[in-house]
């Protein structure tokens, strides 16, 4: 069964870092398209950050270039999100999600799929930044 699961959100002051983690199974890791989807509240989906092990291919939305990294633990076939310099519009939930077919970064990242169309995705993880 292909699952993914989200962990790592909470609540942070404007400056702060979080890492997100997302724990994977189910499917061959590097054949996928794996990454964040972000929806803050009373917005559509957002592709946030994206990667495709294979081609060695990372994604990052203009909003969070420089701040986000995306990252992979082979061994614990999880991948990870690291924010720093948190701003309040980065509040959301946090989804992580995978899709195969040879999908790139960009057209996952940039919602050429619908999220709930995604192949895998998970529950969820909240973020609030906020003073």
């Known amino acids: 069964q292909l699952y993914v699961a989200e962990s790592g959100g909470g609540f942070v002051q404007p400056g702060g870092s979080l890492r997100l983690s997302c724990a994977t199974s189910g499917f061959p890791l590097d054949y996928y398209t794996i990454g964040w989807i972000r929806q803050a509240p009373g917005k559509e989906y957002e592709g946030i950050s994206c990667?495709?092990?294979?081609?060695?291919?990372?994604y990052y939305a203009d909003s969070v270039k420089d701040r986000f990294t995306i990252s992979r633990d082979n061994a614990r076939n999880t991948v990870y999100l690291q924010m720093n310099n948190l701003k309040p519009e980065d509040t959301g939930v946090y989804y992580c999600?995978?899709?195969?077919?040879?999908?790139?970064?960009?057209?996952?990242?940039?919602?050429?799929?619908?999220?709930?169309?995604?192949?895998?995705r998970g529950q969820g993880t909240v973020v609030t930044v906020s003073s």
């Open positions: 999600a995978a899709e195969g077919m040879g999908t790139t970064v960009q057209k996952m990242c940039t919602m050429q799929i619908p999220y709930r169309r995604l192949e895998v």
């Open positions: 990667m495709r092990v294979i081609e060695g291919s990372t």
